[in-house]
């Protein structure tokens, strides 16, 4: 039941609210933080981070051509569905998604785990019980919420490296 008022508060927010003050607007910043790291690997690069739209996914709709909820976006590849935790000993990092419209206030928060050589990485959306939970939904509830994800190679392609980097105590911000 508290679902249903979840979502019903959801929907009219989105009724009544302005579209300008739901915080939607180009990604500005990608900030990927953890423990192994000395400083935040920070992604400004306008070029990097027009790929990684947190508007796109499952829960979302276009009306341009083409558009497709379940093609590879953010940095998820939806179209391998929801899988579980990522085997093994892992490296995780807090990744924070920031927005012209919110400034320095992020308006999206997962965790992305490096994967091995074999297999890609993978990306943890927050789930109800999670303290992020509630900033998420309230950017955009894509309705897959406390899963895990594989990344998106592309993602992989402009992360990973970054991250390696920042381990070899190089600083990172681009």
């Given at each position: 039941?508290?679902?249903?008022?979840?979502i019903?508060?959801?929907?009219?927010i989105?009724?009544v609210?302005?579209?300008e003050?739901l915080?939607?607007?180009?990604?500005?910043?990608?900030?990927i933080?953890?423990v192994?790291?000395?400083k935040p690997?920070v992604?400004?690069d306008?070029?990097?981070l027009a790929?990684?739209?947190?508007?796109?996914?499952?829960?979302?709709?276009s009306?341009q051509?083409?558009?497709a909820a379940?093609?590879?976006?953010?940095?998820?590849d939806?179209r391998?569905?929801?899988?579980?935790?990522?085997?093994?000993?892992?490296?995780?990092?807090?990744?924070?998604f920031?927005?012209?419209?919110?400034?320095?206030?992020?308006?999206y928060?997962?965790?992305y785990v490096?994967?091995d050589g074999l297999?890609?990485g993978?990306?943890?959306l927050p789930g109800?019980?999670?303290d992020?939970w509630?900033?998420?939904?309230?950017?955009?509830?894509?309705g897959?919420?406390?899963?895990?994800?594989?990344?998106?190679?592309a993602?992989?392609?402009?992360a990973?490296?970054?991250?390696?980097k920042?381990?070899?105590?190089?600083?990172?911000?681009r």
């Amino acid at each position: 039941m508290r679902d249903l008022f979840a979502i019903a508060g959801v929907v009219f927010i989105l009724l009544v609210v302005p579209p300008e003050t739901l915080g939607k607007g180009a990604t500005t910043k990608i900030v990927i933080e953890g423990v192994d790291l000395a400083k935040p690997v920070v992604i400004t690069d306008r070029e990097k981070l027009a790929k990684f739209n947190v508007w796109a996914g499952p829960g979302t709709f276009s009306t341009q051509p083409g558009f497709a909820a379940n093609a590879p976006s953010f940095i998820v590849d939806w179209r391998k569905g929801a899988v579980g935790p990522p085997p093994g000993e892992v490296r995780k990092y807090r990744v924070s998604f920031y927005s012209e419209k919110t400034g320095e206030k992020p308006i999206y928060i997962v965790d992305y785990v490096i994967g091995d050589g074999l297999s890609g990485g993978y990306v943890y959306l927050p789930g109800k019980s999670d303290d992020r939970w509630r900033l998420n939904v309230s950017s955009i509830v894509h309705g897959v919420e406390g899963q895990w994800f594989h990344a998106w190679s592309a993602w992989e392609r402009v992360a990973k490296p970054m991250i390696e980097k920042a381990h070899a105590g190089q600083h990172v911000s681009r």
